[in-house]
């Protein structure tokens, strides 16, 4: 017997509890499901619900009782919004949380979806939303069919360069990701089916049930096959990852450090990106 014992590992009661405010987490059979909110609806992105992001990918990697990860958000928009007292932090020491936010947090949240776990991802884009680039860089995706794609950065003012760009280029390629990443392009589900940024496109109430039947469909092979083959899938993402991440983010927060002040505010974001539920293209474009 060994003089040392292991570490134990995270026990799915406990971190349940501890991310109960930024994610609904549950599990049958190995299959977790984690659906991210804020008050019981949609997600409001703030400091705090960013830092949880990766905290949550790297203790459910350390999980050995999870076996497949369906990652997805609540109600009917993904993410359309700032939490009005969500970037509070940021402005009182801009400095610190440019590191801690846009740097370090932000870098851990893509890397540790992709290196972390170890174990299949199913993501579930369940309405309209920015930072989509969490459920679309999972194994396989499933889109909402009124969902819209679009990154919002260059239209508040900041470097897209915090792992939308680098999902954004995988997925679309460089000139469609260009025009995405500079124009604010709001890309339709039945686009993104048509483009390969998402594998299928149903209506909001078949998602989950639809990402059940998928998440069986794996389970029903060994635990080293799936796991095994999961690093064989996301081989590109890990490149990707390699190749620009950390380059990004130091770009986007050299601009981020260089304007002194917040640009996540709820009223920057709601008026920018108006023409999303409005239905236009971009927000420059009348029609």
Known sequence: MSLQ????????????????????????GGVIVAQA????????????????????????GSDPENEILILTGSGEEFMMESDPTGF?????????WAYEYAYKDGRINVSSLVNDLEIPTIGILNGPGFHTEIVLMCDITLCADNATIFDLHYDIG???ADGIHTCFQELLGVKKAA???????????????????????????????????IADHIMSQPRITRRLTTQIVRRPWKKRIVDDLDGGFG???????????????????????SYVREGRRNNFDKD
């Open 37 to 60: 909110h804020t008050l019981g609806g949609p997600i409001q992105l703030s400091v705090q619900n960013h830092r949880a992001l990766g905290q949550m990918l790297k203790t459910i």
């Open 88 to 96: 509070e932090l940021e402005d009182a020491d801009m400095p610190y």
């Open 158 to 160: 900041s470097v897209p």
């Open 5 to 28: 014992e292991f570490i134990p590992t995270p026990k799915f009661e406990d971190y349940r509890k501890a991310f109960e405010d930024f994610f609904h987490l549950e599990r049958d």
């Open 179 to 213: 025009y995405a990443l500079l124009t604010g392009q709001a890309i339709t589900a039945r686009q993104a089916l048509e483009w390969g940024m998402v594998n299928e496109v149903l209506p909001r109430k078949e998602l989950l049930e639809r990402a059940r039947v």
């Open 251 to 273: 770009i986007q927060m050299f601009g981020h450090v260089s304007k002194q002040k917040s640009i996540h505010g709820q009223e920057a974001i709601s008026s920018t990106i």
